[in-house]
């Protein structure tokens, strides 16, 4: 079990580089929760990231899961209070200006301009992910039916999640 | 600006913002569309032009259906109302995940249970490579967007750089890029 200070410590860094939306957590969870500390295997992570899909909510609660991993019920606290404090402290000061803030356009602009390496990020969490914990045809055929499922149709993913779920039963 | 002429109670916010993190599946722009909703058109707490402005500050930092609700409870009671928001909003699915976090680690050791997972897993990541399609073909426009994205996946599938590490340097150069663009194209005095 790590310290709560570290934990605090660990997550607050996280929330003041989370941009680009929920999605970045999972290159920057995995590099730091699974290769650095190894508080979690990497199957445990996707689980993790399952979890986060069936429950209302962020994609962000992905924080409390590898919080609580790290430190139980407090850890998870911990963990979902640092990751929010700095976009919950940024939005207050933006709140109290907002009147005052015309400098926007550069904002906007850079935040633009950085969304692609984002995109990056994330194909680049898919590829190391697959790589690391596929096996199987099976496993590559439910892969490819999930794409299609969330890619062209509108089924709500916590079904698809939960299909899956009894798919893998059943033939497991 | 904050001061409306008759305040809602806090314990208002908190309830509207723990119903919304409740029923609020599926994360991003739905969520967003269901405070709009609620607090635009049912409860007329915020008009529809500040909460868009909320929508934009909200891409800065976090996940931004949490911060159009730390801005939306900021603009009705100041920096209580937004902490109490954001706090009502984080509130239930925090109390989920950790309740499944729990179940999860006590019992995943259960052959039912990995079965189930293993069946999870490959479609989870196929998930995560539908985002990067979705997210790239809305994001990415021009060349250099193509080049950064295409450098960011390298430096992290074959230099294992940390995420981190890429972000700061992506943003660093983008804010460069646009500071550079403002100088060129002449900036509207304010």
Known sequence: ?172 | MSTTTNKVRLTEIFLTFAKIGLTGFGGGMAIVALVERICVREKNWITSEEFLHGLAFGQILGPFSLNVCTFTGHHLRGIRGGITAAVGFICPSFLLVSLLSWIYFTYHKLPQLQAALKGTNPVIIGLIVVVAFDMGRKQIKNPTGIIMALAAFAASVFLNLNAAWILLGAALWSLCRSYYHRRLVGWPPC
């Not at chain 1, 570290?6 to 699974?34: C, K, Q, S």
């Not at chain 1, 919950?88 to 109290?96: A, C, E, K, P, S």
């Not at chain 1, 904002?107 to 992910?129: E, F, H, Q, R, S």
């Open chain 1, 1 to 172: 079990m790590a310290s709560l200070l570290t934990i605090a410590w660990i997550y607050f860094r996280i929330g003041l580089i989370f941009v680009g939306g929920g999605y970045v957590l999972i290159p920057l969870l995995n590099h730091i929760m699974v290769e650095q500390y190894k508080w979690l295997t990497l199957r445990q992570f996707l689980d993790g990231l399952a979890l986060s899909q069936l429950t209302p909510g962020p994609l962000a609660m992905l924080a409390t899961f590898t919080g609580f991993r790290a430190g139980g019920f407090l850890g998870g606290l911990i963990a979902t209070v640092f990751i929010f404090t700095p976009c919950v402290v940024l939005m207050l000061v933006i709140g109290r200006n907002y009147h005052r803030l015309k400098n926007i356009d550069i904002i906007k602009n850079t935040l633009d301009g950085l969304l692609p390496a984002v995109v990056g990020l994330v194909a680049a969490a898919a590829w190391n992910l697959g790589v690391s914990s596929l096996s199987g045809y099976k496993e590559i055929i439910i892969l490819a039916v999930g794409f299609a499922l969330f890619k062209w149709t509108k089924i709500a993913p916590m079904f698809v999640i939960l299909g899956a779920g009894i798919v893998g039963l059943l033939i497991n």
